[in-house]
């Protein structure tokens, strides 16, 4: 593709720092950057006609922390490391809430479920619930984050479930809402937003970093970004990131549906919600991990059938209901749930690595990710 002389002029020249990717943590990162430097020449651009990863894909859930999840992480992490993160999390929904406002992204903070149908799991929580309390007690000031909720259970029309915990601390969105909110105010604050343009690789040249793009022409910039999450190995192949597909299908409207308010099932791989009357459910990776670890966007006929299953026998028994749509994003994630924000060599930097908690992190890794590189500038 040749760029005409005014679309080289008007978009790629004279850029300061690029962005690659407008995810969460990329828009957040081109934000924070017009903020404390608005003379910067900021631009993001995305492979996709929307942010293609998880972004506009994900399931909306705020990802505070269910039980088991804290005790799974606990086996291979410090308790301090797993409760900075936490922490980070906690921090993170906060300051997505204060930079777009719970109207604009339909913030209902109506806690979340974990479900079981198996006793040592839920036995193996009841033993941890007063612990977790008094740590979550330190970083939200609840007295009671986690508790037990059997007594939901008829409620919900579940069939095979046994037992409830409400974290009372989570929470969900609207994931497009979310995204279309932060594009808007990205977009006022005076950096270009270029959609449809992937690059391949990048090069350094006479002080400055050149990104070779999909569509055979080249981008110069003082210092390169690098958001891209789950793609990140595509530029990045030296680093502990991988792909991990997540699927998601949702139904048509149910009438009456009694299923409300967010649910983590199997140490948070299964996931659903109610999205008005629709029900959304996802997850099912662990079912095959090396087949999930791709950036193929297709469906996994394995998984697909499970999610069914489990609607069917355990979340809608006896509902009639048709699936409307089937779709799956792809997360980042590594040997630790930390996310990686760092220089990658000189001028180039990365901010990468979400664990599959973009929603709650990713406005405060977006931020450091611009603190990083201003200090560099």
Known sequence: MQLS?????????????????????????????????????????????????????????????????????????????????????????????????????????????????????????????????????????????????????????????????????????????????????????????????????????????????DQDFSISCRRLLICTNGFARQLLPDYDVEPARAQVLITKPIPGLRVQGTFHYQKGYYYFRNVGERLLFGGGRNMDFANEKTTDMSLNPLIQDRLEHLLSGMILPGVNYEIEQRWSGIMGVGSRKSSIVQPVQENVFCAVRMGGMGVAIGSLVGEDAAEMVIKSV
Not at 56 to 79: H, Q
Not at 80 to 109: H, P, S, T
Not at 142 to 156: H, K, L, M, N
């Open 5 to 213: 002389f005014w679309e080289k002029d008007r978009f790629f020249t004279g850029i300061d720092v690029l962005v690659v990717g407008s995810g969460i943590v990329g828009l957040n990162a081109a934000l924070g950057l017009k903020k404390k430097a608005p003379s910067l020449h900021v631009a993001v651009i995305e492979r996709g006609i929307l942010p293609s990863g998880a972004s506009t894909r994900n399931a909306g859930f705020a990802c505070f922390g269910s039980c088991t999840e804290l005790i799974d992480d606990l086996k291979t992490n410090s308790e301090n490391d797993v409760f900075a993160l936490v922490e980070r999390r906690y921090r993170g929904l906060k300051r997505l809430r204060e930079n777009l406002g719970d109207e604009a992204i339909r913030f209902e903070g109506n806690g979340g479920y974990e479900v079981f149908d198996e006793e040592p799991a839920y036995a193996e929580c009841l033993d941890h619930i007063a612990d977790f309390n008094r740590h979550m007690k330190a970083i939200t000031g609840a007295g009671e984050t986690y508790r037990r909720a059997d007594e939901d259970i008829s409620r919900f029309g579940f069939s095979g479930v046994n037992h409830l915990i409400l974290n009372t601390a989570e929470g969900q969105i609207d994931t497009g809402r979310m995204m279309d909110a932060l594009i808007e105010k990205v977009s006022r604050s005076g950096v270009k937003i270029i959609n449809g343009l992937g690059i391949n690789s990048f090069s350094q040249e006479s002080g400055k970093v050149v990104v070779h793009t």
